[in-house]
Nanobody, 120 residues
Framework: QVQLVESGGGLVQPGGSLRLSCAASGSIFSINAMGWYRQAPGKQRELVAA???????NYADSVKGRFTISRDNAKNTVYLQMNSLKPEDTAVYYC??????????????WGQGTQVTVSS
């Protein structure tokens, strides 16, 4: 069974920084893309940033230049460094991974979510 466990959320003042981590564990053959999504109250879940196994990245326009996604393939872990945070970044942040597991093949997996609140 595969699990994605996130950490690093919390309350931060505008202009501050946070670093989110997400570790995938369990029966995993390989991981393709990993990414971060977020969902604010009353809004749809949206892509924040994604990274392929080869290191290619993609960012939402709203976070370009402020957020950086990275991954450690040896640890099956993806990170999101968030700088210059704004109140509109407030949301529940979800980790996502497209990975291959024994018996089930390729699948789309999600973490439980971590709250990020940007407020003074």
């Amino acid at each position: 069974q595969v699990q994605l466990v996130e950490s690093g959320g919390g309350l931060v003042q505008p202009g501050g920084s946070l670093r989110l981590s997400c570790a995938a564990s369990g029966s995993i053959f390989s991981i393709n893309a990993m990414g971060w999504y977020r969902q604010a109250p009353g809004k749809q879940r949206e892509l924040v940033a994604a990274i392929t196994s080869g290191g290619s990245t993609n960012y939402a326009d709203s976070v370009k230049g402020r957020f950086t996604i990275s991954r450690d393939n040896a640890k099956n872990t993806v990170y999101l460094q968030m700088n210059s945070l704004k109140p509109e970044d407030t949301a529940v942040y979800y980790c996502n991974a497209v990975l291959r597991s024994p018996g089930t093949g390729w699948g789309d997996y999600w973490g439980q979510g971590t709250q990020v609140t940007v407020s003074s």
